[in-house]
């Protein structure tokens, strides 16, 4: 199975500033990558994702991400986070194309203060 | 609006109690699965089902049995409650087709054993 990392489990940030969520996974055969969010007390709910083609990615709520196939990284970002940005987001990979299965990384809690 | 529902927000049961947790989607979706969140240990999949009567372990089933009898619902079974299954259990459910299609998650049942 896929190991994923999220490299912060904790990023307390300012409104208003940038955010970058750092996420590595293991294998260096073909995968697809997710970021999912999930709002206190909610499920978790798709962000962004690469399945191929260009290497960033632009999600919903202003988040982008960008793919390095060479570094096996799909780091988030955010230029300028809102209070409303405060969530767990995390990180996932599939195991292989015809793979079904998500494997998830342990999280990254984005503190957004004003 | 698509949607993912789970039976319980919260559950309180005892040690050794046989436990069910229900989950039900309106999208008509081939796949569904059953996660186990731990703070700092982010999702771990406990079994999936690709169709009716259809079961997989996944990285975590020790404990754990499931059914599907029919397509919109999959339910969660805990054969004899124990205390370190104390977690928030997620269901999810996606379509099927191609591989890298977006997962649908309930709001989670947070299950307490004592």
């Known amino acids: 199975a896929q190991s994923v990392t999220q490299l912060d489990s904790q990023v307390p940030v300012f409104e208003e500033a940038p955010v970058e969520l750092r996420c590595n996974y293991s294998?260096?055969?073909?995968?697809?990558l997710f970021w999912y969010v999930q709002y206190p007390n909610q499920g978790l709910q798709l962000l962004l994702k690469?399945?191929?083609?260009?290497?960033l990615v632009k999600g919903i709520n202003g988040f982008e991400a960008e793919f390095n196939k060479s570094q096996t990284s799909f780091h988030l970002r955010k230029p300028s986070v809102h209070i409303s940005d405060t969530a767990e987001y995390f990180c996932a990979v599939s195991d292989q194309p015809n793979d079904y299965k998500l494997s998830f990384g342990a999280g990254t809690t984005v503190t957004v203060r004003a | 609006d698509v949607k993912v529902t789970q039976s319980s927000r919260y559950l309180v049961k005892r040690t050794g109690e046989k436990v069910f947790l229900e989950c039900v989607q309106d999208m008509d979706h081939e796949n569904m699965f059953w996660y186990r969140q731990d703070p700092g240990l982010g999702l771990r999949l406990i079994y999936f089902s690709y169709d009716v009567k259809m079961k997989e372990k996944g990285d975590i089933p020790e404990g754990y049995s499931v059914s599907r009898e029919k397509k919109e619902r999959f339910s969660l079974i805990l054969e004899s409650a124990s205390t370190n299954q104390t977690s928030m259990y997620l269901c999810?459910?996606?379509?099927?087709?191609?591989?890298?299609?977006?997962?649908?998650f309930g709001q989670g049942t947070r299950l307490t054993v004592v």
């Open positions: 294998s260096s055969v073909s995968v697809y």
């Open positions: 999810a459910s996606s379509p099927p087709g191609l591989p890298g299609s977006e997962a649908f």
């Open positions: 690469y399945l191929s083609g260009s290497t």
